[in-house]
C-alpha cells in the first residue's frame, strides 16, 4: 500500500495499512517552515500525533520509518480513529500544509469532519477567484465567507462591502455564491478560508505544538535515539506517560477549584 498513489489508500481498512507500515529506520527531511530554504535531515522514525485540541489529550499516534510521507501516516491515523474509536465525534481536523492533499481531505470527511488545512498551490490560480478560492467580484474583490449549512453541506460567500457602491454590481455580480464541499473537498472549508474564522479556530492547532513541545522537552523525543522495537517501545511509552500526567493534573486542578468554591 506505501507503494501506491497515496489515493489507492482510501480503499484499504487500518489493518492492512498498518501491517504494511514501513518500519525499518530511514532518512527524513523537513523543510525550513520559516522558509528560509533550510532543510533539516535526520535518519531513524517519525512520530505522527492527533492531538485534542480542547483538551491536549493524545488522541492517537503512529511511528514509521522517517522517509514515510505524512500524507499517508493522516490516512492511516484518520481509518484508526473511525475504525477503533467510531463513537468519537470530532468536528473539524486541522492540520498544516504539508497535509494538503485531496485523499487526506476525503478521509476527513468519511470521519463525518470538516478539514481544516492551509493550502498549497502548486498549479496556476484558475480565473476568477482568489488564492483562497473565493470568487472574485467584477473588480476584483474577493467575496466573503458568510456561513456554512450543515444540511446541505454547503459553505455560502456574499458580495464584498466594495460592491455596495459599485456600478457592476446589478450586472457582473450576483448576490450570492453557495457551494457544496463535496463537490470539490480541498477547495472548500468550512469556515471558508480567509475568513476570521477560519483564522480563529485554526489557531486551536497550537494545542498540537504545545503537546509535541512537551514530548521532546520532557522525553526527549526531539531526535531519534533508539532503533527498532525500542523507538517504538519509548514513543508509545512517552504518549501514554503524558496522559496519564495531564489527567492527574487536570484532575487535581479540578479538586483545587472545588475546595476554593467550597470555602
Not at 170 to 175: F, I, L, N, T, V
Given at each position: 500500500?506505501?507503494?501506491?498513489?497515496?489515493?489507492?489508500?482510501?480503499?484499504?481498512?487500518?489493518?492492512?495499512?498498518?501491517?504494511?507500515?514501513?518500519?525499518?529506520?530511514?532518512?527524513?527531511?523537513?523543510?525550513?517552515?520559516?522558509?528560509?530554504?533550510?532543510?533539516?535531515?535526520?535518519?531513524?522514525y517519525r512520530y505522527h500525533t492527533v492531538v485534542d485540541t480542547s483538551s491536549q489529550y493524545i488522541v492517537t499516534?503512529?511511528?514509521?520509518?522517517?522517509?514515510?510521507?505524512?500524507?499517508?501516516?493522516?490516512?492511516?491515523?484518520?481509518?484508526?480513529?473511525?475504525?477503533?474509536?467510531?463513537?468519537?465525534?470530532?468536528?473539524?481536523?486541522?492540520?498544516?500544509?504539508?497535509?494538503?492533499?485531496?485523499?487526506?481531505?476525503?478521509?476527513?470527511?468519511?470521519?463525518?469532519?470538516?478539514?481544516?488545512?492551509?493550502?498549497?498551490?502548486?498549479?496556476?490560480?484558475?480565473?476568477?477567484?482568489?488564492?483562497?478560492?473565493?470568487?472574485?467580484?467584477?473588480?476584483?474583490?474577493?467575496?466573503?465567507?458568510?456561513?456554512?449549512?450543515?444540511?446541505?453541506?454547503t459553505v455560502k460567500y456574499t458580495r464584498p462591502k466594495e460592491c455596495k457602491t459599485c456600478p457592476l454590481a446589478?450586472?457582473?455580480?450576483?448576490?450570492v455564491y453557495k457551494f457544496r464541499i463535496d463537490e470539490d473537498v480541498r477547495r472548500y472549508a468550512a469556515p471558508?478560508?480567509?475568513?476570521?474564522?477560519?483564522?480563529?479556530?485554526?489557531?486551536?492547532?497550537?494545542?498540537?505544538?504545545?503537546?509535541?513541545?512537551?514530548?521532546?522537552?520532557?522525553?526527549?523525543?526531539?531526535?531519534?535515539?533508539?532503533?527498532?522495537?525500542?523507538?517504538?517501545?519509548?514513543?508509545?511509552?512517552?504518549?501514554?506517560?503524558?496522559?496519564?500526567?495531564?489527567?492527574?493534573?487536570?484532575?487535581?486542578?479540578?479538586?483545587?477549584?472545588?475546595?476554593?468554591?467550597?470555602?
Open positions: 500500500w506505501f507503494e501506491r498513489d497515496v489515493a489507492d489508500m482510501l480503499d484499504a481498512s487500518y489493518d492492512e495499512l498498518i501491517r504494511d507500515m514501513p518500519i525499518a529506520p530511514g532518512i527524513g527531511a523537513k523543510g525550513d517552515v520559516r522558509g528560509k530554504g533550510t532543510t533539516k535531515y535526520w535518519y531513524g499516534g503512529e511511528i514509521c520509518s522517517a522517509n514515510v510521507s505524512e500524507q499517508r501516516v493522516a490516512i492511516v491515523m484518520l481509518k484508526r480513529i473511525k475504525e477503533r474509536f467510531s463513537a468519537l465525534k470530532i468536528s473539524h481536523v486541522l492540520a498544516d500544509k504539508g497535509y494538503d492533499s485531496e485523499p487526506v481531505y476525503q478521509q476527513i470527511r468519511r470521519l463525518g469532519s470538516l478539514p481544516l488545512i492551509p493550502l498549497i498551490h502548486r498549479s496556476p490560480l484558475p480565473e476568477g477567484v482568489d488564492r483562497y478560492f473565493r470568487p472574485l467580484c467584477g473588480q476584483g474583490h474577493p467575496y466573503q465567507y458568510d456561513s456554512y449549512d450543515a444540511k446541505r453541506k446589478g450586472e457582473k455580480c450576483q448576490r471558508g478560508r480567509g475568513s476570521k474564522k477560519f483564522a480563529e479556530l485554526f489557531k486551536q492547532r497550537v494545542a498540537v505544538e504545545r503537546v509535541f513541545a512537551y514530548l521532546k522537552l520532557y522525553f526527549n523525543l526531539d531526535m531519534t535515539r533508539k532503533l527498532k522495537k525500542r523507538a517504538f517501545v519509548d514513543y508509545y511509552l512517552s504518549c501514554l506517560t503524558y496522559n496519564l500526567c495531564k489527567y492527574s493534573l487536570d484532575h487535581l486542578n479540578r479538586s483545587i477549584r472545588e475546595l476554593n468554591q467550597a470555602a
